[in-house]
């Protein structure tokens, strides 16, 4: 029987209800192989490399969105279909603002969307957040690990090699960072009644031409925010357990 889910192929109980979600499959494989016990490959299918396995006892899902909103959007409506109920982007960005550099650490309270994703799905204006508990648990998580965390706003971009021209006048509008999948995620999750929310290893400065620096700093502070983006999913689990 050919799937119902044209991008993501796999079935309802491959896919676990708490999600962690990479644009790159690199990043993917990377969590599932150092963090999530018995492991296993869901979806291949289109490079959108996805697993499921286990966290401290907890059913745990990793998948590729690839990179921008129309793709991220096509992931998270398919895996919502399958069942998701908890989504966690884990990924990177470029810092607008001097006191924010690589190797530091962004949790989105909104993503602004310069996007087409908002009048796609027929809404006027709209603000894309993250769900609240999913924003408490990161932050909650990242407090634990003692690992210092920004918050505020980013802004989701459309257009990778435009971004460094725009920084600047972001900056002076107090936007943390560009990335490229939070609006589209917290879009989809709002309107599909689910929670959501994300963490963002910064990867660069665009006040000082940097977009992506791949180095141990980096890599480092990716490892970290898998680790809280984890830890968070284990408060969210216990918040939603049976007492």
Not at 14 to 28: E, I, M, N, Q, T
Not at 209 to 229: F, P
């Amino acid at each position: 029987m050919p799937h119902r889910h044209i991008h993501l192929k796999c079935d309802p109980e491959d896919v676990a209800k708490y999600v962690l979600l990479s644009g790159d499959p690199g990043r993917s494989k990377l969590i599932a192989g150092k963090f999530l016990k018995g492991s296993r490959v869901i979806n291949e299918f289109r490079g959108l490399l996805s697993y499921t396995g286990q966290y401290e006892g907890i059913d745990v899902s990793v998948v590729t969105t690839g990179m921008g909103c129309p793709s991220a959007a096509i992931v998270v409506e398919e895996l919502i279909d399958m069942g998701a109920r908890h989504l966690i982007r884990v990924g990177t960005c470029g810092a607008t603002q001097e006191g924010i550099h690589p190797g530091d650490l962004i949790i989105p309270t909104g993503a602004v969307p310069l996007t087409g994703i908002i009048s796609e799905y027929d809404l006027k204006v709209f603000t894309p957040v993250p769900n609240y508990s999913v924003l408490k648990a990161l932050a909650d998580a990242a407090q634990e690990s003692a690992v210092s965390a920004e918050m505020g706003l980013v802004a989701t971009s459309d257009a990778f090699y435009s971004e460094m021209a725009h920084g600047k006048w972001w900056a002076q509008r107090n936007i943390l960072a560009f990335e490229m999948e939070c609006a589209a995620i917290f879009t989809v999750a709002y309107l599909r009644k689910v929670a959501a929310g994300a963490i963002l290893a910064v990867t660069g400065n665009l006040l000082n031409e940097e977009q992506v620096i791949e180095n141990e700093i980096t890599m480092a502070a990716i490892e970290t925010e898998c680790r809280i983006a984890l830890k968070a999913i284990a408060f969210l689990s216990a918040l939603h357990s049976p007492r």
